[in-house]
């Protein structure tokens, strides 16, 4: 019987070791505290099996079974408490980190209003530039044809060829109406008897 006993009770340990090696390559941090936990929770779940099989080969089968329920109280009532700190870390981590999360949210949301202010401010800015920038232009436009024509009335450097030779015509043919009516008067005046000589003509 106690022979038994010892193969259970090797390869119990002999599996947990095992796993224990692996365990703490896949997880890490709390994840494999709570691996060791666990697999320290089947190891001594086996040895205490194990002790409780080899009480029936005892005497007093009874007290020994009682004194391995009192350890196997004392060790899972150990583990639930180590599981309950990790669990406490846990929540706390949780806390702070959905702590993080909301000032990250609230730093972000107060960077996108100042963003928008930012551009709204520079639109307003951009506007009233263009406004002024129009203002000018439009003064600058009116401004602009009174200035020519003062230029052309000043110079007349401005006129095109058309427009001198309908001038030129335009004085040639007041200058033969005069001609002509200076002609009819000294006519009229020679046959009215005053014979005094016409005026000279101008150079």
Not at 19 to 26: C, I, K, L
Not at 33 to 59: G, N, V
Not at 65 to 75: A, G, I, W
Request: with cysteine; glycine share 4%.
């Amino acid at each position: 019987m106690m022979r038994r006993w010892w193969v259970v009770l090797w390869l119990a340990g002999l599996g947990t070791a095992v796993w224990s090696q692996d365990a703490p390559n896949v997880v890490g941090g709390g994840q494999a505290e709570r691996l060791r936990i666990d697999s320290m929770r089947q190891q001594k779940t086996a040895e205490l099996d194990a002790e409780e099989s080899a009480c029936l080969s005892r005497f007093a089968v009874t007290d020994c079974q009682n004194e391995v329920s009192v350890r196997r109280r004392q060790m899972l009532s150990d583990l639930k408490r180590q599981e309950a700190v990790l669990n406490a870390a846990d929540r706390k981590q949780r806390g702070v980190e959905q702590l993080q999360r909301e000032e990250l949210k609230a730093a972000d949301n107060v960077q996108r209003q100042r963003d928008a202010q930012t551009r709204t401010e520079k639109s307003v800015l951009q506007d009233r530039q263009k406004t002024q920038d129009d203002k000018q232009r439009s003064h600058h436009q009116r401004a602009q044809p009174v200035k020519s024509q003062a230029a052309v009335a000043k110079t007349g450097a401005v006129l095109n060829a058309e427009t001198i030779e309908k001038n030129r015509q335009a004085y040639s043919d007041k200058q033969k109406a005069l001609e002509k009516r200076r002609q009819e008067r000294d006519q009229r005046l020679l046959d009215h008897g005053k014979g005094s000589q016409p005026l000279p003509l101008p150079p």
